[in-house]
């Protein structure tokens, strides 16, 4: 059930005791906690068991309250507030030496976004400040669509849940670094053909270098993985791929031939709808328990826009595939 005002006045007295608060957004859920606490914001890092060297996005209610953390505001993020706040658009800006480093991962930069969703708004206005909030997932663990996968993951204790239905964007937002090239960290939603209409340029897209990988440290090769073991493959090899376990599970966006014992979780064909259902059905298939997941490969296709995020979805995907997680 969908929490409501009662649940918001208990998160923000949890929140001002410097507790921890998932709350959802339109792409997961967050782990939230007051972004000016240093010592609320180290138990958001101990509880995911997340790096310390990786910063945290600053969620707020939008460019008034960025600017509180932000030391500059270029014209350049107000158009882009403009155009996508409140939505899946992550800034990256000169900080103010007000948000602890613990919030940076001690660098010169903050990442602040304003999430579209009501008890989400609800919340930050009622708390009346900026709230950090990473993925409600264990660090490298799949992120969460739903109240019940936050719930899966931490007690009562360590995490108060806000239930604000499951998310329907379904993929972490896209990172900009605002300057000169304007850079994007992490693929999402929010497209380079999107920035590019409201800026009149292109972003250049982040590649995984070394320069990338520091410049936003989030940018793991692992990530966002099952337990099970993942394989990102051809529509081509699902059947001999197959042949080599007792029992496989199939993500596919194509008709795909796959029988008991092996099960089959179809995807849907459209980029935006498939980005929505990908981390629910990445936990259903890690449930099944199998032997492998095997996860047909989506083409980029479509228009540039759809393309991207095609993209966006096969980002994520590698990072899912990736061994070593
Ligand atoms: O959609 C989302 O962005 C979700 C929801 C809850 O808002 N949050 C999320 O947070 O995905 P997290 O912590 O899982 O991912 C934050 C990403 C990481 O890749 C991190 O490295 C990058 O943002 N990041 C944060 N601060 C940064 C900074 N100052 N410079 C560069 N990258 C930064
Ligand atoms: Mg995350």
């Known amino acids: 059930m969908w929490s409501g005002p009662t649940e918001v006045a208990e998160a923000v007295a949890r929140l001002r ?4 608060v998932a709350f959802p957004t339109e792409t997961v859920y967050g782990l939230g906690a007051d972004a000016l606490n240093a010592a609320a914001v180290r138990r958001v890092f101990d509880v995911k068991g997340r790096p310390s060297t990786n910063p945290l996005i600053v969620h707020v209610t939008g460019p008034e309250m960025a600017r509180t953390v932000a030391a500059e505001w270029p014209r350049e ?4 507030a403009a155009a996508f706040w409140p939505g899946p658009l992550t800034l990256v800006l000169p900080r103010r030496r007000v948000v602890p480093d613990e919030v940076t991962g001690g660098g010169s930069t903050v990442a602040v976004r304003c999430p579209d969703h009501r008890l989400t708004l609800d919340l930050l206005e009622a708390f009346g400040g900026p709230l950090v909030g990473p993925s409600a997932n264990p660090s490298g663990r799949i992120s969460p669509t739903t109240a019940a996968h936050v719930r899966e993951a931490f007690t009562p204790e360590q995490v108060y849940v806000l239930d604000g239905g499951p998310c329907t964007g379904g993929i972490e937002s896209t990172v900009v670094k605002l300057g000169d090239p304007v850079r994007v ?3 999402g939603l929010i497209t380079p053909e999107a920035i590019a209409s409201v800026l009149g340029r292109m972003p250049e897209r982040g590649s995984s270098s070394a320069t990338h990988t520091l410049e936003s440290p989030g940018q793991l090769a692992s990530h966002y993985a099952p337990v099970t073991s993942t394989l990102l493959v051809d529509v081509s090899e699902v059947a001999s ?15 795909v031939d796959v029988s008991p014992p092996h099960r089959l979780l179809p995807m849907p064909t459209d980029a935006r709808a498939y980005a929505s259902a990908l981390y629910a059905a990445m936990r259903e298939a890690d449930r099944l328990g199998a032997d492998c997941i095997l996860i047909v490969r989506p083409e980029a296709a479509g228009t540039p826009e759809e ?3 095609w993209n966006a979805v096969v980002d994520r995907l590698t990072r ?3 061994p070593g997680s």
């Open 17 to 20: 005791a410097g507790g921890l």
């Open 77 to 80: 993020a107000e158009q882009l």
């Open 185 to 187: 960290l992490r693929e």
């Open 241 to 255: 791929r197959l042949a080599e376990v007792p029992r496989g599970v199939v993500l596919s966006h194509r008709p």
């Open 307 to 309: 393309r991207s995020v």
């Open 320 to 322: 899912a595939a990736t």
